[in-house]
């Protein structure tokens, strides 16, 4: 069993940062952030490697180039962190986690356990 913390969120203007984190209570093999805005489908956002120290990361298409998602190892804690913000980026924030084994994607299926989720406000 794991439990995940996550903070941060909150209101931003569009182009604004956001700046979440997610501590896990044990070590996890991989975690990923997760998102879902207003009658859509959850959706990945970026995924990293956390049994390693210098686990590699995954991003989605829509992210790339303005997330960016890296690891404390010591803590357990990863942090996503975004600029150039968009309305549609408004939702709630969900870290995710898997202690063991592939795979390790931005799907839904691949994490067994969830935070309880964080909102992201992004407006005009």
């Known amino acids: 069993q794991v439990q995940l913390v996550e903070s941060g969120g909150g209101s931003v203007q569009a182009g604004g940062s956001l700046r979440l984190s997610c501590t896990a209570s044990?070590?996890?093999?991989?975690m990923a952030w997760f998102r879902q805005g207003p009658g859509k489908e959850r959706e990945g956002v970026a995924r990293?490697?956390?049994?390693?120290?210098?686990?590699?990361?995954l991003y989605a298409d829509s992210v790339k180039g303005r997330y960016s998602l890296f690891q404390r190892y010591d803590t357990n804690t990863v942090y996503l962190h975004g600029t150039g913000l968009q309305l549609e980026e408004t939702a709630i924030y969900y870290c995710?986690?898997?202690?063991?084994?592939?795979?390790?994607?931005?799907?839904?299926?691949?994490?067994?356990?969830w935070g309880q989720g964080t909102q992201v406000t992004v407006s005009s």
């Open positions: 995710a986690a898997k202690l063991r084994g592939h795979p390790c994607t931005l799907s839904n299926d691949d994490y067994e356990y």
């Open positions: 044990r070590s996890t093999y991989c």
């Open positions: 990293i490697y956390t049994s390693t120290r210098y686990g590699g990361a």
